[in-house]
């Protein structure tokens, strides 16, 4: 029946490896979409990701192929996002699915989010279609590829396509390859309905609008649906497929991936990884959901303007629906108000965040430098979850502070292991373990404090290795570090957002830098203003921003009116993102400035 006519896969590979472009080209060649309407890496539609050209969000979408046995297969494509803050993404698509296809870049060969998006389409059983791309290029090695697959992977590669997904060679094989060898979905159409929710996004119109996976039974518009986890209902409203518009459908059935829409207003009744069932006919366990991805920084963020602050409550939680990920809890500082501390899948992710609700919500935010979450250990017996390093407690009462270590798995040539071994000792990192793939490459595998790696600790490594390195990690466990809390003092006071956490080794050192930098950062003003880095009561390092020397704002009374509107105009502008701290103005800037090292 239809459901043999049914293929549902993801496209999975290392960044930049070509997934949205074979997308684009799997599209086309369907007349999914006309060629009036191609544009490049057509899936990603958010701004940010066009304008960055990476994919941030999964995207599913349906199309009908006519394969060479003279028959109509329906395909469920989902394109992932490879960088590693959204692996989470990867594995939602990778649960609706039965097959992924392995992007392999010809000139870049295995990296380490290949191997990792391999791992997790093994763990969702999933059949893998290997597909070496980018072979129009003249430094494609396409048989060195494979070479490197068989080996280094253990994936068969005999049947592997080459294909350049840019000009679109070897695509249509790869079509045919998936009617082939990818299985087709089962499920019993006579079952009670299950259907997994693997993404959401908030509609003004529509409102929250479910991406599901049917693996049982039916629904069609007017069903009375129920959450199996949240226990809300709701009266379907629509059922369709993206394609990549939404096409409302008659029903959704077993096999299917589509999405629902049933006016839901209330964020909470509907989260991802629920199970939907039919509320008078109820299947009766849930699908196992995803497990709750959990932060690996923190930062506040605090609306510019106060009164903001309900605004970006709702901003957050419509945008933590569409990125399950996304954690957040109201929070205070003396020095930015009322805001919220937000946790982060890393900075990629926390900077797509922040982008998002400036964009998508039209707010300006003040965002703190992100932390780590550390445990600390008091003489009283308790011990601290910190996620705010202005919420450390007294030095007095700490007994010792463990910190999160990854584990972190790095693929380079031979030549280029001893420049990632001194970096990683250089980031505090203790080694693990060293594997050769191959006669010319290795994989090291080194414990990092998840602090270093957050910062800039992935440019490092590709700047040390002429960017042939690649790097996968995950959360590994918490370890004993020796560290101290740095304060801040502007003028004399305290600024609780300027804290942070170091290695008590850097302390006087970093002091020092963050000192300077925020010297160059915040603007002199009509008097002299001390900066001062503290741990506990010791001052640490010192420096001083100078008062202006003459009274700029006098002359511009003198001015003619029109010119003193531009002036005040322009600095109206220029204090955009700029928050009072006492009797200073700090830029946005300054708050950043701890993440700025050597
Ligand atoms: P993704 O991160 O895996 O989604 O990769 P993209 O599809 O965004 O592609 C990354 C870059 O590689 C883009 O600049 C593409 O134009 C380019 N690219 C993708 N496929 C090919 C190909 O077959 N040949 C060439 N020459 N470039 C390609
Ligand atoms: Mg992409």
């Known amino acids: 029946e239809r459901q043999k006519h049914i293929r549902n896969f993801s496209i999975v590979a290392h960044i930049d490896h070509g997934k949205s472009t074979l997308a684009d080209r799997i599209l086309e060649m369907t007349d999914t979409v006309s060629k009036r309407e191609m544009t490049n890496q057509i899936l990603d539609d958010m701004e940010l990701e066009r304008e960055r050209g990476i994919t941030i969000k999964l995207n599913a ?15 469920h494509l989902i394109d992932t996002p490879g960088h590693v803050d959204f692996s989470y993404e990867v594995s939602r698509s990778l649960a609706a699915c039965e097959g992924a296809i392995l992007v392999v870049d010809a000139t870049q060969g295995v990296e380490a989010q290949t191997l990792a998006n391999v791992y997790l389409a093994l763990d969702n059983d999933l059949e893998i279609l290997p597909v070496i791309n980018k072979i129009d290029l003249p430094s494609a090695d396409a048989a060195g590829t494979k070479a490197q697959i068989e080996e280094e992977i253990g994936l068969d590669t005999d049947e592997a396509v080459d294909i350049s997904a840019k000009s679109g060679l070897g695509v249509k094989d790869v079509l045919e390859k998936i009617v082939q ?16 929710i693997f993404d959401s996004k908030y509609d003004d119109y529509r409102g929250v609008v479910l991406s599901v996976r049917v693996t049982e039974g039916v629904v069609k518009r007017g069903d009375r649906i129920k959450f199996i986890n949240s226990g809300a209902e709701y009266e379907v409203a629509e059922v369709g497929i993206n394609s990549p518009k ?10 299917d991936v589509g999405y629902i829409t049933a006016s839901i207003k209330d964020i909470k009744d509907a989260r991802v990884g629920d199970t939907i069932t039919i509320a008078n006919n109820p299947a009766p366990e849930a699908i196992h959901g995803y497990r709750q991805m959990q ?16 605004d970006l409550r709702e901003a957050l939680e419509k945008l933590q629906l569409n990125d399950a990920a996304l954690t957040f809890e109201p929070e205070s500082s003396q020095a930015l108000g009322f805001g919220f501390r937000c946790g982060f899948l890393g900075m990629l992710h926390m900077d797509v965040i922040q982008e998002r609700l400036e964009r998508e919500f039209n707010l300006e935010l003040i965002t703190t430098a992100p932390s780590v979450t550390y445990h600390v250990y008091q003489h009283d017996g308790e011990m601290l979850n910190v996620e705010n390093p202005a919420e450390m407690p007294d030095v007095t009462m700490i007994k010792s502070i463990e910190e999160p270590f990854v584990k972190a798995s790095i693929m380079v040539p031979n030549d280029y292991v001893g420049a990632v071994m001194e970096l990683c000792q250089r980031k505090r990192g203790q080694f693990d373990t060293m594997e050769y793939l191959s006669d010319t490459r290795v994989n090291v595998m080194y414990h990092i404090p998840l602090a270093e790696i957050i910062y800039d600790f992935f440019d490092r490594l590709k700047s040390s290795t002429r960017g042939y390195a690649s790097l996968d990690y995950e ?3 918490y370890r004993p570090s020796d560290l101290v809390k740095i304060d801040i003092l502007l003028n004399g006071d305290r600024v609780d957002a300027l804290s942070f956490i170091s290695h008590r080794s850097f302390a006087e050192q970093r002091g020092r830098e963050i000192a300077t930098t925020l010297k160059g950062i915040i603007p ?6 001390p900066i001062q880095a503290a741990i506990g009561s010791k001052i640490i390092a010192r420096t001083n921003i100078k008062a202006y020397r003459k009274d700029v704002t006098a002359r511009i009374h003198t001015g003619d009116p029109d010119r003193r509107a531009k002036l005040l105009d322009k600095q109206k502008r220029g204090k955009k993102r700029m928050k009072a701290v006492g009797k200073v103005e700090v830029p946005q800037a300054a708050f950043m400035a701890v993440l700025q090292t050597d």
């Open 475 to 477: 959360i590994d466990d």
């Open 246 to 255: 939404p096409i409302a459908q008659d029903y959704l059935m077993a096999g």
């Open 61 to 75: 979408v349906a199309l009908t192929y006519h394969a060479d046995d003279g028959e109509d297969y329906i395909f």
């Open 524 to 529: 002199r003003q009509n008097f002299e203003i």
């Open 295 to 310: 932060p690996m920084v923190y930062a506040g963020l605090y609306p510019t303007d106060n009164a903001k602050f309900n």
């Open 181 to 196: 060898d990818i299985p087709a979905p089962t499920g019993d159409l006579d079952a009670p309905l299950k259907a997994l």
